[in-house]
C-alpha cells in the first residue's frame, strides 16, 4: 500500500511531468504561440499543418475548420497559405496514387485538389462504383497519410477535359434535357448521386478528423450561367447532406461575376498575371482572401494540333508573383495522368477538336509520373517560401523498351461480328444514348455500326447527323468518310440489293462551353440517299468494354495475317515481359487510327494526325510472362507495336 504523502507526490510529479509535457508540444506544435519573429511564426504555421506529424490523439480543438473571413485564410484560427496542387485519381493507376502524393509533397504543397467524375462513378442510373481506380476514399485517407490537406471538387459538373465535363450520357437519353440547370430530370439526377457521393465524402471533412478543408460548388459556372437558381441549389445540395467545411468558387475572370453565390469564397482561374486580376476579386467580394483556384501549368492538346507548353521560368515566375501578393494558389496541373479509354472530352467552337489520349498538361510531373525541370524550379521556390528543407523527392522508377511486337492474327470486324454483337432492329436511326443496351441505359462511349439495304446508288448525304466520325462502306468496299466537315458521298451503281454500312465513332464529348446539352453520338438524325431518309437498320453497339473483349477472343474467324490489311479490323499479338514489369509506350508507326487494349484494358485511341504518337502502358497493367495486345484498327493497319521507354507526344508550341 502506498501512503498519503506518496500519493501527493505522485500527483505533483505527475503535474510537472503534465506541464513539461505542455511546454514542449507548445513550443514543437503552436510556436507562434511563443515569443518569437513574425517570419519564424509563418514557417511554423506550415510545419504545424503538416498532416503527417498528426495523429489522432493530437486532433484535439478541430471546431474552426478553414476560415476565409479576412484577407487571409485561417485554419484553426492561425494563419494558413493553401499551396496545392491538382491530381485526379481516377487518371492515375491506383497502385502510382502514393508515389505522385509523396512527389507532391517534397515539391513544397501542403493541399491536394482533386474533381470527382460523376460518368464514372454513376455509369447507369442507381448503380454506383467507388471501387478500385475509383475509390475516392482511399484517395482521401491516402493524402492525409502523406500530409496533405484536400480541397475536393465534386460537381456534378468538372469539364476537365472529361467526357461531357464528367456527366454522365445517360442523361442525354430525355430528349428536353437541360444539364446544368433547375430542370427537374437533371436535379433528380444529381439529389441521387450526391446522396451516394456525399454519404463517403461527410467523414473525411476537417471538423470530423478527416483532410478536406474546402470544397467547391460545381465548376466554372459564370461561364454557362444558364440558371441564376442552379449554384445555390448546388450549394445546398451539399450543405443539406452534411457538409460543413469552407465553400469556394472557380470561374476564369470573363466568367467571376456570374459564377458567385453567396455563402461561397470566390477563387479565379488564369495563366497569365494580367494587371489588377487578383484585386479585381475585390470588386467580387471584399476582404477575402485571395485565390488561385487553377493556376494553368501547361495546357492540354487537340487531335491535328500541336503539344502545347508553357515554359517554365515564365510559369516560376508568375507563381512567385501570385505568392508575393500574398495570395493562395493550386497548381493545375501538378500531374495529369491519362484519358484512358475513350474518356477525353473535346471542345467546338468555330470547329469540333476532340482531346488526345494523354493528359500530360505539360504539368509539374510528365505523364508518367517522371519530374521535369517545373518540378525542380518549383521545389526551390517553394523551399525558399516556406523557410524550411523539403522532403527528398522519391526516386523515379524505370521505364522499360520491350522492343518489337509482332502482332500475327487478324479478324474483320465483319467477320467479329456474329460473336461481339447482337443487332438492334429500327425503323429510324437512334443515337447511341437511346440505343436499349446495358439495361436500358443506352452506349456512352465506343462506335455504333448502322446497316440498311439499298438497291441502287447515288448521293448519300449526312444531313449533319453524324456524331462524329464515320466509316462509309457498300457491303465492304470503303467509300469513304462522313464528318463534320464532309456530309456528302457519292455511292456506285451496283447490281442488286447491297448492304450500305455507316461506322460511327464518338471521338469525345465536348467538356466546355454551351453545347453540352447538344452532344448526343452516333446518328443523330435521318441520312438520305438521293435525298430519301434511310429506314430499317440493324444497329450495333460497339462500346468495347471488357465483357466486348472477351467475346472477341473466342470469336471465330481469326486467322494469319495477309501482306496487305486494311481495317475495320482488330488485330492482336503478344508483348513478353522476361522480369518484373516496368512503365513502357507503345508506338504506333505505320498505323492510321484506332484503340489499343492490353490484356483487356483499353489504353486508350492513337491517330496519325497526331500530335501524340505514343500511348502510356503502366506496368501495373503487365505481368511477368506473355501479355496480349489487341489494335483495332479502323483503316489502314500497319504489321507490328513498338514499346519504347521514352514517350513522344509530338510538336511542341508555345501557349501564347
Known sequence: MWGCGGRRRRRLGAGLLLLLLAGLLLRRYYPCLLPVVSEACENAVQHRFNWSELIPPRLWGRNLGL????????????????????????????????????????CGLNTLTTYVPWNLHEPARGKFDFSGNLDLEAFLTMAADVGLWVILRPGPYICSEWDLGGLPSWLLQDPNMQLRTTYKGFTEAVDAYFDHLMARVVPHQYKKGGPIIALQVENEYGSYAKDHHYLT???????????????????????????????????????????????????????????????WTGWFDSWGGPHNIFDADEMVITIGNVLKMGASINL?????????????????????????????????????????????????????????????????????????????Q?????????????????????????????????????????????????????????????????????????????????????????????????????????????????????????KTPLRNFKIYSLEMKPSFIESLRSAAGWSAIPDYSVGPTFFRGRLTVQQLPQDTFLKLEGWEKGVVFVNGRNLGRYWKIGPQETLYLPATWLWPGNNEIVVFEEHTAGRIVQSVDTPFLGRTQYVD
Open 67 to 106: 476560415q476565409a473571413e479576412s484577407s487571409e485564410f485561417l485554419l484553426e484560427g492561425m494563419p494558413f497559405r493553401i499551396f496545392g496542387g491538382s491530381v485526379h485519381y481516377f487518371r492515375v493507376p491506383k497502385e502510382y496514387w502514393q508515389d505522385r502524393l509523396i512527389k507532391m509533397k517534397a
Open 233 to 295: 441549389y448546388i450549394k445546398m445540395a451539399m450543405l443539406n447532406r452534411g457538409i460543413v467545411e469552407l465553400l469556394m468558387t472557380s470561374d476564369n475572370k470573363d466568367g467571376l461575376s456570374a459564377g458567385v453565390v453567396e455563402g461561397a469564397l470566390a477563387t479565379v482561374n488564369f495563366q497569365k498575371l494580367e494587371r489588377d486580376l487578383l484585386t479585381y476579386l475585390d470588386t467580387i467580394q471584399k476582404n477575402k482572401p485571395k485565390m488561385v483556384m487553377e493556376f
Open 332 to 408: 493545375y496541373m501538378f500531374h495529369g495522368g491519362t484519358n484512358f479509354g475513350f474518356m477525353n472530352g473535346a471542345v467546338h467552337f468555330e470547329e469540333y477538336k476532340p482531346d488526345i489520349t494523354s493528359y500530360d498538361y505539360d504539368a509539374v510531373l510528365a505523364e508518367a509520373g517522371d519530374y521535369t525541370s517545373k518540378y525542380f524550379k518549383l521545389r526551390q521556390l517553394f523551399s525558399t517560401v516556406i523557410g524550411q528543407p523539403l522532403p527528398l523527392p522519391p526516386l523515379v522508377a524505370n521505364k522499360a523498351s520491350y522492343g518489337t511486337v509482332m502482332l500475327h
Open 410 to 530: 487478324c479478324i474483320s470486324l465483319w467477320e467479329a461480328l456474329p460473336s461481339i454483337a447482337e443487332p438492334i432492329k429500327s425503323e429510324f436511326p437512334v443515337n447511341m444514348e437511346n440505343l436499349q443496351v446495358n439495361d436500358g441505359n443506352g452506349q456512352s462511349y465506343g462506335y455504333v455500326l448502322y446497316e440498311t439495304v439499298i438497291s441502287g446508288g447515288g448521293q448519300l448525304n449526312s444531313g449533319d447527323h453524324i456524331r462524329d466520325r464515320a466509316q462509309v462502306f457498300v457491303n465492304t468496299l470503303f467509300i469513304g468518310y462522313l464528318d463534320y466537315n464532309t456530309v456528302e458521298l457519292t455511292i456506285p451503281e451496283g447490281q442488286g440489293f447491297r448492304q450500305l454500312r455507316i461506322l460511327v465513332e464518338n471521338c469525345g464529348r465536348v467538356n466546355y462551353g454551351p453545347l453540352l446539352n447538344e452532344q448526343r453520338k452516333g446518328l443523330i438524325g435521318d441520312v438520305f440517299l438521293d
